[in-house]
């Protein structure tokens, strides 16, 4: 029997959203508890991603020293300094028959199969996996699964974000030594609590669903 999920109400859902916004400005002085943070990283853990194989690794930095030389190279936003945690979403450089092999064999130990029951699978993610031009590209796709995770994370549990594209990924690699890891940044998420900040009590403007949302 699959045990019943813990349930949020579709109203506090709708009003946790509603409350989010992308942050302008953190409040420096606030930092995420650990409790909190545990819960989010666990967030980006659990995010789903195709086939499972979780393409990607997640930066996380605290150290103000080097996040104060991140705002140069982020078009002069001063989001990922005075955040708490800045998250910095990494695809892989390279997922290869061994990495889907590992997994593979984390599937048989974690739910007590056979690795031979598991074979076409596995054979079957090699062959996605065979154009290299486009596993690139999937695995940047998939980064953006796990942003949107987290900030559904943060919004329920009360802490701000601010999803950000505009970012220099080389010079962000190369601050935070990716290229050893063998990652590369995609995307980048400060994590806090907001400052006063002119743009957080602006109602949010959205089409209505009629526009956006076709019932067939």
């Known amino acids: ?10 109203k506090e859902l709708v009003d946790s959203l509603n409350w989010r916004y992308a942050c302008k400005a953190f409040d420096a002085s606030k930092k995420l ?14 995010s789903a991603s195709s086939f499972g194989l979780q393409p990607w690794k997640f930066v996380v ?3 103000q020293s080097i996040k104060d030389q991140l705002p140069a190279h982020s078009w002069g936003q ?13 695809r892989l450089d390279e997922m290869d028959e061994a990495y889907v092999n590992n997994y593979v064999d984390r599937i048989a130990q974690t739910r007590s199969v056979s690795r031979e029951s598991l074979t076409s699978y596995a054979d079957m993610m090699l062959g996605f996996l065979k154009n290299p031009a486009d596993k690139g590209v999937w695995m ?31 010079a962000y690699d190369r601050i ?25 009590g602006l109602k949010k403007v959205r089409f209505d669903s009629s526009e956006l949302v076709v019932k067939i």
């Open 1 to 10: 029997m699959i045990a019943d999920a813990r349930k949020i109400s579709p």
């Open 33 to 46: 508890s650990d409790d909190v943070w545990a819960a989010l990283e666990q967030s980006l853990i659990l």
């Open 61 to 63: 930095v605290t150290d």
């Open 78 to 90: 001063r989001q990922p300094a005075d955040c708490s945690h800045l998250v910095v979403l990494c």
């Open 140 to 170: 940047e796709k998939q980064c953006y699964i796990a942003l949107g995770t987290l900030l559904t994370a943060c919004a329920v549990l009360g802490v701000d974000a601010c999803p950000m594209e505009g970012f220099d990924p080389k």
């Open 176 to 200: 935070l030594g990716l290229e050893d890891k063998g990652i590369k940044s995609v995307l980048v998420c400060p994590l806090g609590y907001r400052a006063e900040d002119k743009y957080a």
